[in-house]
């Protein structure tokens, strides 16, 4: 088992370099990045000082030797735009980041997770469609337009909640509210799925053979062995959250991470993109990590033949 | 011996006692979406204490559902239309859902075809076994692991006190119909209901778990129906044998007695397809056609056209069954003669 | 398994040799909710192909003295249906349009991500060695990154022409099918019919284009199937964003871009052409779900 996460850390490890060094290469793939930052006409000997200044005057090899360098050294460089570390460009935004993500994220897999559960006991009723087409119906559903239409009814009809900012409690609601559906919609679409596979096993039925109440055998039955898919794709659904959050920090004016990742990619700030798919990357990675040893845990058949799927 | 107010109990002849589960005209149903197909039509049984009812019949028959009709363990789609399932002075069928838990792995207990998908694969062998004695006996942990490696222990299990901590997939198939077996009969039950216990297991592995269960039978007193399409099993273990054909049972005998002279065409059939060192046989025959799919279930005897002794009267009626002496009966207008 | 018994098999048995309807032969009997994606869908794509016979102005047309006319059924005219927008063009003109662009760039890219994918998982399979630990890795690297984050830095960075946006979307989802191709054909090369025609000395162009891909065909068309509505939600995404379809070209995502800024003046802008991105990935995702059941049930 240990020797089975050193080699995913490994490979994760070398999975973050690649999109390390593919980022860097595609961003500088797209010209001078002082023609972003100045205008046409500037003298060349200024452009020449920045040049310098930012170290873009080197080689594109060099450039990029010396930025992995910096990242050993924690320095993740400068804003071409404000001139500050891009680190604490960063960090100045992601407590709000995080506070939507995390609420969301807890939300919708609490209701997505106890939605889907529902939908599978009640499989084929009213209750099993109802989920169900409620799901499919959330994650087809764009989340920008969702964003729109609750807005529209709720900031601007009912006028009951704010239509953009993060000042108090209830600025977050919106936001939450429209990222949270459609990940509640597909990790209920799973749990679902996953418990209809469980409780048609035979192990469900010398369960009930045994006399234990339903409870007993949703929960200390059927759950446990539900949740070892679901984990899975509870952990992909990070990723897509990361992605979904830019998105809907930009229509709420939600002053996070992703919002001045939309800044930062529309002026071609480059050391803020770079250090924001940095740090996304390095999230998703380490959630699926999580899920693989989470994966290990829930599942003895893994840990005991030593991991590989 | 069987009933706690058996009067009959302790006569030398098992089979006139009251028997512990009496099954009385049981009838199935499943809602298809094509509609409901009956597959239990009108099935009765019975068994005492200390007995082994063999249920022999063909995949499809209806012998499985009966009994986990009986137990109330069908899936969604599957009804009891009519009939009684008497255990013990009370009728299952009228018992609600947390009194018949109280009885599961409790007074009646069960043990299934494929024991590798049959344990739950995320807990412990030692957890699944000691749940049931949680359930109906409220034993405290420690006393509930000493017991179950008792159990393991008692059906064979061999380092009991490792084997109590490991996994399903750790185990053979063998071992974990053993583990099986030992999770149903934790709280001693009555009446154990074993469906194709052997079939999924190799040869050898077959003959010792049919050995297992017929002494535990004898210490614990239980009755046992043994559910298989296997003729073999059936004369190694049990003592009566109700053989079943199309969601009916056709014929009803102590096991010699049904090997010896079978009086349903179907019965012997079966019995001429099985190859015998008591007798010579100049070559295994093949009962000719296949059994019907219950959505062609007719109401006149079913075995109708794969039978030689077939008149117009067959067809039509249900034949009603035949009492042969005491002991045996059978659900055929022209059976057998007994030459 | 005695589940076996409990469960009498009735699925071969149908009414023999009687006629069905259309919707019977295709299961489709009782699946309201089915056909009515499917119809919209027919629709959706009738428009997309034939929209510019009866599109009533053209999509660029401006009116400056019919700026935010509201639709027919809130008040306004039969010259305008839709209603206008800021600059007084026609909503449903428009709409007309961009319906147009979307369907191109969803049914587009969607096919470059399963052709690539598909193309790459069969490679692995078939050199297995260095090649596969090159794509697996690659794999990985794409679930590293949340896909709208990877195509948003590389329009803004790169630029952004029609071609980039069609090939920027028609990359998301590779991996997917690469995966679901891999391990394929992987089962598939150990399978007695692929051992027989390669012992008769075979091609490998030839045993891959007329026995492999054959078999696993189906698996990827539903894949497909389940992928474009993402397609057509991350190009829409996109452009309402301002990265994706750049004036004067239109598409869906784009006019609810314009129609966020009016939202309070003029909700039919952004509201129409939501709706029918709506309808269209809702119609799409019934529609793949029901073949995926029907089809491929090992999908799921």
Sequence with gaps: MTRYILIKILRSVFTLWIVVTAVFFVLRASGDPLLSVFSLGTPEATLDVFRVKWGIDKSMWQQYLIYVGDIFRGDFGTSFFDGRQAWDIVMERLPKTLLLGGTTFSVSVVAGVLLGALAALKHGTLWDRGIMTAAVASFSMPSYFLALLLILFFSLHLRWLPTAGASTWQHLILPAVTLGLTLAGSIARFTRSAMLEVLRQSYMRTAQAKGAPKFRQIAWHALPNAAIPTVTVIGFQLGWLIGGSVVIETVFSWPGAGRLFITAVGVRDFAVVQLFILMVASTVIVANLLVDILYGVLDPRISVTGGSK | ?339 | MSSQHADPDTSGKVAPARRLSLIKRWGLAGEWLVIAAMVYIVFVLFVALFGFTFQPYPHTQTDLFNQLQPPVFMGGTWEHILGTDDLGRDVLSRLIKGVQLSVLIGVIGTAIGAVLGSFLGIVAAHFRGWVEEILMMLVDVQVSLPFIIFALAVLAFVGNSLTILIIVVGIDGWERYARLARSMVLSANQRDYVLAVRSLGLGHFKIYSRHVLPNIMGTLIVQATINLPGVILLESTLSFLGLGVQPPLTSLGQILGVGRDYLILAPWIAVAPGMVIFFLTLSIAIVGDWLRDRLDPTLK
């Design chain 2, 1 to 339: 011996m069987s009933g706690p107010a058996t009067p009959l109990a302790g006569k030398p002849d098992a089979a006139r006692e009251t028997p512990l589960l009496e099954v009385r005209d049981l009838s199935v149903v499943f809602d298809m979406p094509e509609g409901t197909v009956e597959v239990v039509d009108q099935v009765s049984l019975t068994v005492s204490a200390g007995r082994t009812l063999g249920l022999v019949g063909e995949s499809g028959s209806g012998k499985s559902v009966t009994c986990l009709a009986a137990l109330g363990l069908l899936a969604a789609r599957g009804r009891v239309t009519s009939g009684e399932v008497m255990f013990n002075g009370r009728d299952l069928l009228t018992i609600d859902e947390a009194e018949m838990s109280k009885l599961r792995g409790c007074e009646v207990a069960m043990v299934f075809q494929d024991p590798m998908v049959s344990l739950n694969p995320v807990r412990t062998i030692g957890w699944q076994i000691s749940e049931s004695l949680f359930l109906h006996q409220g034993l405290t942990r420690d006393k509930a692991k000493k017991r179950t490696i008792e159990l393991l222990d008692l059906v064979g299990i061999p380092n009991s006190k490792t084997r109590f901590g490991e996994y399903p997939h750790q185990f053979s198939g063998g071992m974990s119909q053993r583990a099986m077996i030992a999770m149903a009969i934790a709280c001693e039950p009555k009446l154990l209901i074993a469906d194709e216990p052997t079939t999924a297991l190799d040869v050898t592995i077959q003959a010792q778990i049919l050995e297992l269960l017929s002494e535990l039978k004898k210490e614990l007193n239980m009755a046992l129906i043994l559910i298989t399409h296997d003729l073999g099993v059936i004369a190694e273990a049990a003592d009566d044998v109700a053989v079943m054909y199309a969601g009916r049972v056709v014929e009803e005998a102590p096991v010699l007695e049904l090997f010896d002279t079978p009086l349903h065409h179907y019965t012997k059939g079966l019995l001429n397809s099985l190859p015998r060192v008591d007798r010579k046989v100049d070559r295994l025959s093949a009962i000719d056609g296949t059994a019907p799919p219950p959505q062609e279930f007719v109401s006149g005897c079913r075995f109708e056209a794969r039978c030689d002794h077939c008149d117009d009267s067959c067809s039509g009626k249900r034949p009603s069954f035949v009492d042969i002496g005491t002991t045996r009966r059978v659900a055929c207008l022209h059976p057998v003669v007994v030459t």
